[in-house]
């Protein structure tokens, strides 16, 4: 099974602050790598599919990038309502698995 | 508008079944892959269990594979998880996921339903 390693866990940061949130696949799943928000108490919300295409009604300032089996999810300006927490999820093979989880909390 | 609705949830005992269904409306529910995602309190998200869009591919995670059953039936716009021989740590809310395309891999979930929470405990 295709492990993935979602780092940091957990961050603090202002707003207006750039964020980085890095997956890490166990092995190559080319682009098929897709990044989800989920606020408290609400289901999730896909944001990125395929490693850097924003899903339609997704703000600019979410990206994403890939450099072989590394993704990055970047929040170029964090604005009060991105408070949540992020998950990667590789869809190249089943079983399809999501990483841990990055919590972004408002300084 | 695109909804989904899960049903089935609740208390149940160890060892037991329920059956878990997913209402899908507001898309043409045949032409895509549907997926069964569940999340522990206070823990991530776990996929379960995918179909695809003719029930032709079916993949399941290990930790339920030989207790849990997908399946789906495009006439009634419903998919399904039939839960046998239940444990503690299955306890979960448990979501139906709609996929972007009509494979169980290659593409990532556009819609979710609210969930529908399972207890397993004695």
């Known amino acids: 099974d295709i492990q993935m390693t979602q780092s940091p866990s957990s961050l603090s940061a202002s707003v207006g602050d750039r964020v980085t949130i890095t997956c890490r696949a166990s092995?190559?799943?080319?682009?098929?790598l897709n990044w989800y928000q989920q606020q408290p108490g609400k289901a999730p919300k896909l944001l990125i599919y395929?490693?850097?295409t924003l899903q339609s009604g997704v703000p600019s300032r979410f990206s994403g990038s890939e450099s072989g089996t590394d993704f990055t999810l970047t929040i170029s300006s964090l604005q009060p309502e991105d408070f949540a927490t992020y998950y990667c999820q590789q869809s190249y093979s089943p079983p399809l698995t999501f990483g841990g989880g990055t919590k972004v909390e408002i300084k | 508008e695109v909804h989904l609705v899960e049903s089935g949830g609740g208390l149940v005992q160890p060892g037991r079944s329920v059956r878990l269904s997913c209402a899908g409306s507001g898309f043409t529910f045949d032409d895509y892959a549907m997926h069964w995602v569940r999340q522990a309190p206070g823990k991530g998200l776990e996929w379960v269990s995918g179909i695809n869009w003719n029930s032709g591919s079916i993949d399941y995670a290990d930790s339920v594979k030989g207790r849990f059953t997908i399946s789906r039936d495009n006439a009634k716009n419903s998919l399904y998880l039939q839960m046998n021989s239940l444990r503690t740590e299955d306890t979960a809310l448990y979501y139906c996921a709609k996929d972007m395309g009509g494979f169980v891999d290659a593409d990532g979930f556009d819609m979710w339903g609210q969930g529908t929470m399972v207890t397993v405990s004695s």
């Open positions: 395929a490693a850097s």
């Open positions: 092995q190559s799943i080319t682009s098929y």
